[in-house]
């Protein structure tokens, strides 16, 4: 497999639009499923540095969310969550 053949094929991939890239690869790479491979792989590594945020957030997110109801703020005094124990409303509004 030819290293310049790749950077080539991801060059004039990475031209066309998103949706056009799989057919585009499928002309180009002639069946050399290494080369495809190779390719996708350089494609994939490029979006995935597009937004470097975007999977910094998904591991952000709370793993726990309360919903509380009016009325219902005070039954969760006393609650545990993972090592955590609610020990009082600190506030609320904003």
Do not use: W
């Not at 998904?58 to 726990?64: G, H, N, Q, Y």
């Amino acid at each position: 497999m030819n290293p310049n053949r790749a950077e080539a094929l991801f060059a004039a991939a990475l031209a066309r639009p998103t949706e056009k890239r799989s057919d585009f690869l499928d002309g180009a790479c002639l069946g050399d499923d290494a080369l495809r491979q190779q390719v996708e792989a350089l494609l994939a590594a490029h979006d995935a540095t597009l937004n470097p945020l975007a999977t910094q957030a998904e591991a952000a997110r709370p793993t726990i969310k309360l919903e509380f109801t009016e009325g219902l703020r005070d039954e969760a005094v006393g609650r545990t969550l993972g090592r955590y124990k609610l020990l009082e409303m600190i506030g609320e509004g904003g």
